[in-house]
């Protein structure tokens, strides 16, 4: 099964008013380096969930896209935290499968 990121290569349009969340679809799951990842989109606004193993920990990345701001667990987060939010943000798009996730939408108005 295809990956998020060959799957959104063949889009030419992104709707930027988009407002979900994307997750696996079990606990189960994970990445092949062993983490989680839940990624939630508001527009310009990302929430990235991390878990690097069962049993750890998460960490909250916020990032608002606008403002060029991003929170990590509530706190200003430093340049290293913006690279591993991407670097981790990428990773995801490149391994989960689409098989293996689901797509949380708000409910309609």
Do not use: C
Not at 31 to 38: E, G, M
Not at 66 to 77: C, P, R, T
């Amino acid at each position: 099964m295809s990956t998020i990121k060959n799957y959104i290569e063949k889009i030419n349009y992104f709707d930027k008013q988009f407002v979900g969340t994307i997750a696996f679809r079990n606990e189960e799951i994970t990445l092949p380096d062993n983490s989680k990842i839940a990624v939630g989109i508001d527009d310009g606004h990302w929430i990235l969930i991390y878990q690097r193993g069962s049993g750890e920990r998460f960490r909250v990345f916020s990032y608002d896209s606008h403002a060029s701001k991003l929170y990590v667990d509530q706190k200003l987060g430093t340049e290293e935290e913006y690279a591993f939010f991407k670097e981790r943000f990428n990773y995801f798009m490149a391994h989960a499968r689409v098989d293996e996730l689901v797509s949380i939408l708000p409910p309609e108005n």
